[in-house]
Each structure stands twice: as structure tokens, then as C-alpha cells.
T-cell receptor, first 117, second 112 residues
Framework: ETGVTQTPRHLVMGMTNKKSLKCEQH?????MYWYKQSAKKPLELMFV???????ENNSVPSRFSPECPNSSHLFLHLHTLQPEDSALYLC????????????????FGPGTRLTVT | DQQVKQNSPSLSVQEGRISILNCDYT??????FLWYKKYPAEGPTFLIS?????DKNEDGRFTVFLNKSAKHLSLHIVPSQPGDSAVYFC???????????FGQGTRLTINP
């Protein structure tokens, strides 16, 4: 496997279910991200992990719970979701540092298409 | 308040011609800018980036221009090819910050 992988690619869940999304990066990066993409909206950053520590949480409801056990793996645990949480959930990774005149190029996985019924 | 805006939701260009995708930003502290390309059912793919210390960066058929005074950047694709048909997102960040702020995207269609 190369790049950033995400499983499952599609998920349908009821509002009372508990499920988890998984992301794995094979790029040697040490920062990982969760994004949400809803129809006709920009990508919304949800969480940032750098060196396995959460460094950003963009006011995401507690029904979304991230976990980063090591620098290669990232999970998003889902419980009691709402229909408006249906969206494409994207994982990304990057190096955890940048030099002068540089920034963080993030590399994305294919996403998990989540439908909450 | 959307800090990064792509005001054209769609753009149609003939194969072989130049495609110009535009992006405006409001935060003058942004100093690193990126363009991503996204096909249906795939994640965004990094294309090209530019630091605020430059006004142009070129990579093959792709060139990004940055106009700091106008808070405007553009992506030029020349010549355009059918495989360039996709949604293009611009993104911006602050130096040292890992957070990227994305625009809404522009759907580019290349017509044969």
C-alpha cells in the first residue's frame, strides 16, 4: 500500500449505531488530519494530530471522537450521529514541520462516503 | 466568514487552450498557497504550491501566480487536456500553522 488509505470507502449507519473510520498513511509523515466535505461547501477541518497529539479541534460535536494511536494510523469514532452528518470524510497527512518559505502539503486519502439514516 | 473564495463554481475550456482558475483570499497573514485537484470518488491530489516570497511557480503545464497586493492567486493550465477535467481547490495557510483553509472549488471541464 502506498499513500493514504481509508476504510471503509462507503458506510451507511443508523442514528443509534457506533462505527469507526480508519486511516493509514504510508508516507512517513507525522501529522494527520480529518476533514469533512459536505455538498457545495468547502472542506472543513475537523481535527489535527501532530506527533500523535491533538493540536486542533475545530468545534466538532462530541459525537465525533478521534484517536491517533501512532503516527501512521488515525481513527474517527462515530456514535449517535445525525442525518446532517452525512458527508465525505477525508483523512490527510503531512510532515510535521516546515522551513522558511515552505508550508505543509497535505496528502489525502480517497475518503469515506458516510450516510446517516 | 469565508477567508478563501473561488467565485467561479464552474469553467469550461476547449482542449489545447489555456485554463485559468482564480482564487481570492481575505487574510493578509496567509503566506503559503496550494492548489489541489479532485476527481469524483477520490480524495484531493496536491498539484502545486507557492510561498508568499514568490509571485510565480511553474511545474510542467501548471503555473501558479500570486498577487499579494490584490490578495489573489491563479492557476494556469496550458495546454488543457481532457484529463484535467476535475474540481480544483485552492487553499491557504499561515507559516508554521498546519491548518489549511480551502476555497469552495471550481469544476473545470475540458471539451474536445
Amino acid at each position: 500500500e502506498t499513500g493514504v488509505t481509508q476504510t471503509p470507502r462507503h458506510l451507511v449507519m443508523g442514528m443509534t449505531n457506533k462505527k469507526s473510520l480508519k486511516c493509514e498513511q504510508h508516507l512517513g509523515h507525522n501529522a494527520m488530519y480529518w476533514y469533512k466535505q459536505s455538498a457545495k461547501k468547502p472542506l472543513e477541518l475537523m481535527f489535527v494530530y501532530s506527533l500523535e497529539e491533538r493540536v486542533e479541534n475545530n468545534s466538532v460535536p462530541s459525537r465525533f471522537s478521534p484517536e491517533c494511536p501512532n503516527s501512521s494510523h488515525l481513527f474517527l469514532h462515530l456514535h449517535t450521529l445525525q442525518p446532517e452528518d452525512s458527508a465525505l470524510y477525508l483523512c490527510a497527512s503531512s510532515h510535521g514541520f516546515s522551513g522558511p518559505g515552505q508550508g505543509y502539503e497535505q496528502y489525502f486519502g480517497p475518503g469515506t462516503r458516510l450516510t446517516v439514516t | 466568514d469565508q477567508q478563501v473564495k473561488q467565485n467561479s463554481p464552474s469553467l469550461s475550456v476547449q482542449e489545447g487552450r489555456i485554463s485559468i482558475l482564480n482564487c481570492d483570499y481575505t487574510n493578509s497573514m496567509f503566506d503559503y498557497f496550494l492548489w489541489y485537484k479532485k476527481y469524483p470518488a477520490e480524495g484531493p491530489t496536491f498539484l502545486i504550491s507557492i510561498s508568499s516570497i514568490k509571485d510565480k511557480n511553474e511545474d510542467g503545464r501548471f503555473t501558479v501566480f500570486l498577487n499579494k497586493s490584490a490578495k489573489h492567486l491563479s492557476l494556469h493550465i496550458v495546454p488543457s487536456q481532457p484529463g484535467d477535467s476535475a474540481v480544483y481547490f485552492c487553499a491557504a495557510s499561515l507559516q508554521g500553522a498546519q491548518k489549511l483553509v480551502f476555497g469552495q472549488g471550481t469544476r473545470l471541464t475540458i471539451n474536445p
